[in-house]
């Protein structure tokens, strides 16, 4: 018996077609996701924090890294078995 493989060039992973179009939609979503995120965590520190604790009010760009520190941080790890 006797087993051939060839490459298949015309399919690719990624479509030529349409990639800028694709590429401009996920940077719009990751610019949408960051303010999202860090806006609302912004408001509340500088709402509560520098009443309560006496800590300084911060930037957004320090509320974005403050928010990827506690996911680094905080994200709960799984190890799984292979039983």
Request: proline fraction near 6%; glycine fraction near 8%; hydrophobic fraction near 50%.
């Amino acid at each position: 018996m006797q087993l051939s493989f060839t490459a298949n060039t015309t399919k690719s992973l990624v479509p030529l077609h349409g990639g800028k179009k694709q590429l401009s939609k996920l940077i719009g979503l990751v610019a949408i996701v960051i303010v999202l995120l860090g806006y609302p965590l912004m408001l509340l520190w500088n709402w509560l924090m520098p009443i309560i604790f006496g800590l300084p009010e911060i930037t957004f760009w320090q509320a974005i890294g403050l928010n990827l520190l506690s996911t680094i941080l905080f994200k709960p790890t799984t190890i799984k078995n292979k039983d």
